[in-house]
């Protein structure tokens, strides 16, 4: 069974930072795009920071300058480093990867992780 698992949220005071990690595992052959979400209380679910297999990153507006996407040396899993954090980056921080191929050559469409909570103090 294929899953992603976040890790890393945690409470901050504004100006801080945290490391969020998301794993995936499974019976995995690729990963093309992987990509981090947010949904704060009551708005829908937004995209954050998204990066390939080759390592191209993008980020949303609001976001660019003070988090960053990267993979990590263990394969099928990605960081978001968040900095610089302000009390409207509250929310549940989401992995997601809209393809995961696996090794018996089967797509699996937009898994998701199960969610790991940021709450930023003022």
């Known amino acids: 069974q294929v899953q992603l698992v976040e890790s890393g949220g945690g409470l901050v005071q504004a100006g801080g930072s945290l490391r969020l990690s998301c794993s995936a595992s499974?019976?995995?052959?690729?990963?093309?795009?992987m990509r981090w979400y947010r949904q704060a209380p009551g708005l829908q679910r937004e995209v954050v920071a998204a990066?390939?297999?080759?390592?191209?990153?993008d980020y949303a507006d609001s976001v660019k300058g003070r988090f960053t996407i990267s993979r990590g040396n263990a394969k099928n899993t990605i960081y978001l480093e968040v900095n610089s954090l302000k009390p409207e980056d509250t929310a549940v921080y989401y992995c997601?990867?809209?393809?995961?191929?696996?090794?018996?050559?089967?797509?699996?469409?937009?898994?998701w992780g199960q969610g790991t909570q940021v709450t930023v103090s003022s």
């Open positions: 997601n990867a809209p393809f995961i191929v696996t090794m018996d050559r089967k797509t699996l469409y937009n898994t």
């Open positions: 499974g019976s995995i052959f690729s990963i093309n795009i």
């Open positions: 990066i390939t297999s080759g390592g191209s990153t």
